[in-house]
T-cell receptor, first 114, second 114 residues
Framework: GAVVSQHPSWVICKSGTSVKIECRSLDFQATTMFWYRQFPKQSLMLMATSNEGSKATYEQGVEKDKFLINHASLTLSTLTVTSAHPEDSSFYIC??????????FGSGTRLTVV | GENVEQHPSTLSVQEGDSAVIKCTYSDSASNYFPWYKQELGKGPQLIIDIRSNVGEKKDQRIAVTLNKTAKHFSLHITETQPEDSAVYFCAASSSNFGNEKLTFGTGTRLTIIP
């Protein structure tokens, strides 16, 4: 089956710094990857859709300059939270799409901004 | 866009009994309906999915039914076990596994009472 690896699993950073989260499809090529944010006891909210080699498509209300997404290869997408603030603290989850396997999710990254 | 509603938000079931979670969707173009199980601090894990050309699908203790006319689909878990305790999300997509995004329901916290 399809496996998506996400790192780090948790990170604590100081307010004003940037944090990068990686999402890798280990055994398949993912032309499309998705980034979600999940607050406690809430559902997954789509932040952006990332296509290999092109600019990400952001959902309404998501600041593209704050949440930088790079999808440089068919197996790697990164999300960088720039100038993080406490309100950016959340659980970030990536998902990769494959023709045969559907949508496979990473294990998530718990970001805490202090 | 697509809107997915999910009920109930919480569900407690005696071990061994059945659990049913229901979802409705709004976009008649949606044709792919996965169900995910999410444990605390982890990413969602696909447990079963169904496409619009099928009315029912079963995998051991888990089954999903789809009524396209009424635009609703349900998850059925039989002979529940303590390890079934988790948050369950339904989702919908007009997916031919191109660029289509998943729209999630609000989630159901299932608790199995030993």
């Amino acid at each position: 089956g399809a496996v998506v690896s996400q790192h780090p699993s948790w990170v604590i950073c100081k307010s004003g710094t940037s944090v990068k989260i990686e999402c890798r499809s280990l055994d398949f090529q993912a032309t499309t990857m998705f980034w979600y944010r999940q607050f406690p006891k809430q559902s997954l909210m789509l932040m952006a859709t990332s296509n290999e080699g092109s600019k990400a498509t952001y959902e309404q209300g998501v600041e593209k300059d704050k949440f930088l997404i790079n999808h440089a290869s068919l197996t790697l997408s990164t999300l960088t939270v720039t100038s993080a603030h406490p309100e950016d603290s959340s659980f970030y989850i990536c998902s990769a799409q494959h023709t045969n396997y559907g949508y496979t999710f990473g294990s998530g990254t718990r970001l805490t901004v202090v | 866009g697509e809107n997915v509603e999910q009920h109930p938000s919480t569900l407690s079931v005696q071990e061994g009994d059945s659990a049913v979670i229901k979802c409705t969707y709004s976009d008649s173009a949606s044709n792919y309906f996965p169900w995910y199980k999410q444990e605390l601090g982890k990413g969602p894990q696909l447990i079963i999915d169904i496409r619009s050309n099928v009315g029912e699908k079963k995998d051991q203790r888990i089954a999903v039914t789809l009524n396209k006319t009424a635009k609703h689909f349900s998850l059925h878990i039989t002979e529940t076990q303590p390890e079934d305790s988790a948050v369950y999300f339904c989702a919908a997509s007009s997916s031919n596994f191109g660029n289509e995004k998943l729209t999630f329901g609000t989630g159901t916290r299932l608790t199995i009472i030993p």
